[in-house]
């Protein structure tokens, strides 16, 4: 199926939906309003029907009951079984992932490790289109360390993409480390992490992948691409529930050279016998911290079940397919109404999300989330300054979602219903 097949109808939709490998996979989710077209999975990902019988299982039995002794019934090694299982998902080995923390602690948990190991060397690189966390944490980092040290960031052209040349001249000898985006997390650019990989290595810096907008959502190989670190959450493609832990990952020979910033006593070689002195556990666990949030934890295996049961390469083609879908619609339907595609065109370099701009942005997804008349409601989000996000979660995102949606659009422009809002802004967009 490619582009020139495409029909801009309903029926053409759902025939697709028909043919689709992957459309069982929708009922393995929680979803009470049948009229609501969820394209936020982005953000916060759908909840998978099993967490909610685990959640009730770690709260009624676990802690409810057995109370303390859960610790040693499987809380104290929770974290095992869904690391294992995520590192199939990124393409590392499990002695290299752990689940821990959020996404921010634990990248400056590994940029302050990676930067500590390279004494001399007191660069950071990232880029003008990373996620704002990851700028702070390394600005604070930088601050943390001293006058010595800065964050350089090479800027994108375009403000979608950035080109292999343009991130070559902004590393040089002192830096230590580059910190990116596999996914960027506005326009859904997809850095070739092979190349990108390679090009540091060649510079004699670190890289950091963050995989918060790839995991689960695009083909990802830490080990085959020689990655040195890694970070991500897994509340938004793998459905792990909203804030739940993020993880960390640490090439293997690598893990030795890293020393944690922080030593807590999860990081102990033997929490439980209360030395006074800090001693690192061995591996990839000197990154661990405190006690983990069980509640959270416990709510993440499921997730991870269902995306390893589809498979990434099913998952990865049908978000294809249904990104393309929706391009050829906003070519036929939306760009003659002043709408442009905040996303690279072609799908080599593209994540499972896609941006479109419209000086009416915030108001056009406001009249989707809140239609005035007997229609569904759509949940995309909005990113500033003009950009509707929509997010191709293909475990539950359907062709009739996407050809909905667009036509949905077509008329809040048409009609100008969108002039019925107004443009303040809730806290979370
Ligand atoms: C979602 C996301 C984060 C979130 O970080 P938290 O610590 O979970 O708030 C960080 N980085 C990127 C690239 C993201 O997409």
């Known amino acids: 199926m490619t582009e020139d097949h495409f029909e801009a109808k309903i029926e053409f939709a759902r025939q697709m939906d028909e043919q689709d ?18 394209l936020d999975g982005n953000s916060l990902g759908r909840l998978p029907k099993k967490t909610r019988e685990k959640i009730q299982y770690t709260t009624d039995y676990q802690w409810g009951t057995r109370l303390i002794r859960s610790w040693n019934e499987g809380w104290y090694e929770a974290s095992k079984n869904a690391s294992k299982k995520l590192a199939q998902i990124i393409g590392a080995s499990e002695e ?19 930067v500590k190991s390279q004494p001399g060397k007191t660069k950071i690189v990232s880029d003008d289109l990373n996620f704002p966390t990851d700028l702070y944490v390394l600005q604070g980092i930088i601050d943390q360390l001293g006058p010595d040290y800065k964050l350089e960031l090479a800027q994108s052209k375009d403000g979608l993409t950035i080109d292999m040349h ?13 910190v990116l985006s596999h996914v960027a997390f506005k326009s859904a650019y997809m850095y070739d992490m092979r190349a990108f990989t390679e090009l540091v290595h060649q510079k004699g810096a670190l890289i950091m992948w963050d995989l918060s907008h790839a995991a689960g959502a695009v083909i990802v190989e830490l080990n085959k691409n020689n990655v040195d670190l890694a970070i991500g959450c897994t ?50 666990k000197k990154f661990l911290v405190g006690t983990p949030p069980i509640l959270s934890l416990e709510a993440i295996e499921p997730g991870l079940d269902i995306v390893i049961s589809a498979g990434m390469e099913q998952v990865r083609k049908k978000s294809i397919l249904l990104s393309e879908y929706l391009i050829f619609l906003f070519e036929n339907v939306l760009m003659p109404l002043g709408f442009f595609l905040g996303s690279p065109k072609s799908s080599k370099n593209r994540g499972s999300h896609i941006s479109l701009q419209h000086p009416e942005a915030y108001r056009i997804c406001k009249a989707l989330i809140n239609p ?58």
Do not use: H
Not at 245 to 272: N, R
């Open 372 to 429: 005035k008349n007997e229609t569904n409601k759509i949940i995309p989000d909005f990113r500033s300054p003009d950009n509707i996000r929509i997010g191709i979660t293909p475990l539950y995102t359907s062709f009739s979602d996407i050809f909905i949606t667009i036509e949905r659009m077509r008329q809040i422009v048409i009609s100008k219903e969108f002039e019925s809002f107004t443009n303040e802004m809730d806290a979370v967009t």
């Open 166 to 178: 343009t991130l070559e001249k902004t590393i040089d000898e002192n830096t230590a480390l580059v």
């Open 96 to 114: 290299e992932v752990v689940i821990c923390d959020s996404t921010s602690i634990n990248l400056y948990k590994l940029a302050f490790a990676a």
């Open 235 to 284: 509340y938004k493609y793998l459905n792990g529930g909203p804030g739940s832990s993020a993880y960390l990952y640490v090439k293997k020979e690598l893990q030795d050279q890293l020393t944690p910033p922080i030593w807590g006593w999860f990081g102990e070689i033997d929490p439980f016998a209360f030395e006074l002195q800090y001693q690192p556990a061995e591996g990839i």
């Open 21 to 38: 490998p992957l459309k069982s996979y929708r009922k393995q989710f929680y979803i009470p309003e049948s009229d609501t077209i969820y």
